[in-house]
């Protein structure tokens, strides 16, 4: 078993930045990827971004492409998303997730196998 555990999330205005971090402990895979998602109020959960562990391809959402950056410390098997130039419309809680047996990056909420408990990001205008 697998234990995803976000922080670093909060209340922020808009323009401000946040930095999340997921920590995985647990059972260890050699190939996996780590991805963020989040969901606003009545609305699905979205893909904001992955990244492969092992090959360190990273891919992001339209949305958040050129704000957002996901990367990942392998000593701490950590993950982190960095924020930049928040909007209102980034509210959402965010949920961290892993994909195990897999090289690449993944984008669909289907393929992740273990979800952390969600941290809620709140962007103020």
């Known amino acids: 078993q697998v234990q995803l555990v976000e922080s670093g999330g909060g209340l922020v205005q808009a323009g401000g930045s946040l930095r999340l971090s997921c920590a995985a402990s647990?059972?260890?895979?050699?190939?996996?990827?780590m991805g963020w998602f989040r969901q606003a109020p009545g609305k699905e959960r979205e893909f904001v971004a992955a990244?492969?562990?092992?090959?360190?391809?990273?891919y992001y959402a339209d949305s958040v492409k050129g704000r957002f950056t996901i990367s990942r410390d392998n000593a701490k098997i950590t993950v982190y998303l960095q924020m930049n130039s928040l909007k209102p419309e980034d509210t959402a809680v965010y949920y961290c997730?892993?994909?195990?047996?897999?090289?690449?990056?993944?984008?669909?909420?289907?393929?992740?196998?273990?979800w952390g408990q969600g941290t809620q990001v709140t962007v103020s205008s």
């Open positions: 647990g059972r260890t895979f050699s190939s996996y990827a």
């Open positions: 990244i492969s562990w092992s090959r360190g391809t990273t």
């Open positions: 997730a892993q994909a195990i047996g897999t090289t690449y990056v993944r984008v669909r909420a289907r393929d992740y196998d273990y």
